[in-house]
Structure formats: C-alpha cells, structure tokens
C-alpha cells in the first residue's frame, strides 16, 4: 500500500513568488492534515481536513496561506505571495475517520525563500 | 488539551533497551497517548499508542502507569537507526490531529 505522498521533495523560490505543495494521502483516508517545521522550531499543526471541508484550520498562520482539498481526494497547499519567514518543511499526513487512528506522514516538501 | 513533559535528550547504547519516558499529569480520560519518532529531517514515524493497557507492537512497547499520568516508550534492543527525536503526544479521542512537542532526542551510542 502506498503512504502519503508528497510532490515536490524540495522547492526553492524567491520571496513574493507563488508555490503550490501537493499530498495525497493513503488511498480511503479521509482525514488529512497540514503541519510545517521552521528551522529549530517545533511540528506546527497548520490545519486538517475532513474529506473536503475544512474541520480546523486554527494553524495557518494568514492568509496568504490557502489549501484545498477538492474532491476529498489529495490536497494543494499554496502560500502567495511567499516570504522568507515561510521556508521550512511541510509535512502532510492522513489517518482513517476512527477516533484513535494513527496519523501517517509523508516526508515533507521542504521549501526555501530566497 | 493534557501537555507531556519529556526530558530534552537521552543516550542509549547499542543493543540495550531504550526506555523514554513521558509526563502527562493533566492527562484526561478521553486522551490517548500516542508516540512518533522524526529521524533526521524525515516526516514523522508513528510508533504506537495506547489508552490505558500496555501495548506492544513490533517496534516498541508502551507502559502506561495506572494512574495515567506518565508512561514510558521502550526500544527492547536499540540499534544506531533508532536514533531520532522521540514526541510523546496526548491527545482527545474526538480530535484527530497531532500537536508536537519538542520531544525527547534519542542518541544510540556504538
């Protein structure tokens, strides 16, 4: 069974450039969730679907932050115009809709703002 | 949300177990204890996780105290690839996401 993909692994863009991050998740999974790691800083939750709706989204951190998940299949995260404060690396994960089930992560896209 | 308390960092030599523990003493009773790993810079590795019984998979097990509130990861055999930043993370069963800590960083030594 395939785990959570993330596209691409790494991105390099200049500050005010637009940068769309993909993640599908584990096929049937209909939970999904957003996190980001700046450097030296903890896992931050960004936010988490519920097939296509957005249950939380009380961690992104403005509005030049939007994700979607159209289709409740995989999700886009598109940060514009992007800042240098936005490097880091973007970790998506998905879980089974069951109370106690275990998040499985990708491995991240890591992002870098010149 | 309950908060865990884990020590920052902790060594362990190779082939001995690991044993990690974690603080959960506002821990309520709809909370499970879960715990990931990260290594190096990969995305987090889920372990295991557990409500009130011990649990046992192939790659740990997880103690729970009876009173719930602390619990302890243990590696039976350690080995150099176990090396990683282990999170100990309490979370509602009506809440689906993980919120992390700073974790605890494990150094398996030769």
């Known amino acids: 069974e395939a785990g959570v993909t993330q596209f691409p692994s790494h991105s390099v863009i200049e500050k005010g450039q637009t940068v769309t991050l993909r993640c599908d998740p584990i096929s049937g999974h209909d939970n999904l969730y957003w996190y980001r790691r700046v450097m030296g800083k903890e896992i931050k939750f960004l936010l988490h679907f519920v097939k296509e709706s957005k249950q939380d989204e009380s961690g992104m951190p403005n509005n030049r932050f939007l994700a979607e998940r159209t289709g409740g299949t995989y999700s886009t995260l598109k940060v514009q115009p992007a800042e240098l404060e936005d490097s880091g690396v973007y970790f998506c994960a998905s879980s089974q809709d069951r109370g106690s089930a275990e998040a499985f992560f990708g491995q991240g896209t890591r992002l870098t703002v010149v | 949300d309950a908060k865990t308390t884990q020590p920052t960092s902790m060594d362990c030599a190779e082939g001995r177990a690991a044993n990690l523990p974690c603080n959960h003493s506002t821990i309520s009773g709809n909370e499970y204890v879960y715990w990931y790993r990260q290594i190096h810079s990969q995305g987090p590795q889920y372990i295991i996780h557990g409500l009130k019984n011990n649990e046992t998979n192939e790659m740990a097990s997880l103690i729970i105290t009876e009173d719930r509130k602390s619990s302890t990861l243990i590696l039976p055999h350690a080995t150099l690839r176990d090396t990683a930043v282990y999170y100990c993370?309490?979370?509602?069963?009506?809440?689906?996401?993980?919120?992390f800590g700073a974790g605890t960083r494990l150094t398996v030594k030769p």
């Open positions: 993370i309490v979370r509602p069963i009506a809440y689906n996401d993980m919120r």
